[in-house]
């Protein structure tokens, strides 16, 4: 059986929040975390608020925002506001490369906290693998322990620098968040992750908007089997194959429409009609480019 297979046999539980049923994994910690959530890239702080309060209203109970998204503040006042118990909602931040190492890494976990106004994340993930990440570690291994983070993860770490990291590190990574949809779809990294139960996220599940996902031929045709649309079968996939989808829309009606992928499922015939639409299976990023670091290093003012 295929590794991608095997990781879709992960034990999923129900678990009831006032008025939806969110199925969640479990993390190689125990905890649960909800299979689909809402991501904030590119919200502008200004809008944070609105659409964290739109996307909890909808039902998302996954927030995944970052210090390098400039939103935190919104996202912790839409969470405070809501009156939801803060242990219903799954809070994921992330530390950007230019807060690497462990001195300033702790600094910066504890700006996240104040920003999002909670005494802690539910996971905390190293954005990028360049800079002082073993000190970065560091920081968040204390962080877990004294419950500032109920996790601790990594994003964008590739198949060896993964397997280097984590083979080194003393508690286990549970997630590694990836660039993972249909059209880039993560398959050779999966049993380096499954060596240490890692489990994936799955940033830019929707292509990051584009055309070949939102208008595929093929997902259009499966989709009418079901009355669903190319984008619900694309976000459908990934949470049957156990990757946990944070799309993002400004939009609550889109929002909601991203929810609404929890009354049907692909057979496996769908399941090997998507196969083949896997263009880069890496994703779209050359991390190993070093324009690609110098360009993301400049791309965000960190306050
Ligand atoms: N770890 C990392 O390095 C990393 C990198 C990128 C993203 N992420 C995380 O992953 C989340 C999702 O990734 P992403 O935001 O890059 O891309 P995405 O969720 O794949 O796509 C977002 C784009 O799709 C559009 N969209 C959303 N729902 C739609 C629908 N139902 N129909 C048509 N268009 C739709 C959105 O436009 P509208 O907003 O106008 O609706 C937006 O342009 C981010 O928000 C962030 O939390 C992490």
Redesign the pocket.
């Given at each position: 059986m295929p590794a991608w297979d095997r990781m879709a046999k992960v034990i999923f539980n129900e678990l009831k929040y006032t008025t939806i049923n969110m199925q969640t994994i479990l993390l190689n910690n125990g905890i649960e975390m909800p299979l689909l959530g809402y991501?904030?890239?590119?919200?502008p702080p200004q809008e944070a608020e609105r659409c964290t309060r739109d996307a909890l209203e909808v039902g998302y109970r996954l927030i995944?925002?970052?210090q390098a998204?400039g939103n935190e503040q919104g996202v912790g006042d839409a969470i405070r506001q809501s009156g939801i118990p803060r242990e219903e909602i799954f809070i994921v931040t992330?530390i950007w490369i230019t807060n690497a190492g462990e001195e300033k890494a702790a600094r910066s976990i504890e700006q996240s906290l104040r920003k999002l106004q909670t005494d802690y994340v539910d996971l905390l993930?190293i954005?990028?693998a360049y800079g002082d990440v073993f000190g970065s570690w560091r920081a968040m291994e204390k962080a877990y322990a004294q419950g500032m983070t109920r996790a601790i993860g990594v994003?964008?770490f590739q198949a060896c620098r993964f397997y280097d990291f984590a083979s080194v590190v003393d508690v286990k990574p549970a997630v590694n968040?990836l660039?993972c949809?249909v059209l880039s779809q993560q398959r050779t990294i999966l049993p380096e992750m499954e060596r240490f139960d890692t489990r994936m996220m799955a940033?830019?599940?929707?292509?990051?908007?584009s055309d070949d996902l939102?208008k595929s031929p093929v997902l259009d045709a499966i989709g009418e089997q079901y009355g669903k649309?190319p984008?619900q079968v694309a976000l459908r996939w990934l949470i049957e194959r156990g990757i946990v989808a944070?799309?993002?829309?400004?939009?609550k009606e889109?929002m909601a429409?991203?929810f609404d992928i929890f009354d049907f499922s692909l057979t496996e015939a769908d399941m090997k009609a998507i196969e083949p639409l896997n263009q880069k299976d890496t994703g779209f990023r050359d991390f190993a480019d070093p324009n690609y670091l110098r360009r993301i290093l400049g791309m965000f003012d960190l306050k």
């Open positions: 991501g904030l890239f590119k919200v995944d925002t970052a998204y992330k993930l954005h990028q994003s964008n968040q660039q949809c940033w830019g599940p929707l292509g990051q908007g939102l649309t984008a944070i799309p993002k829309s400004m939009h889109r429409a991203n």
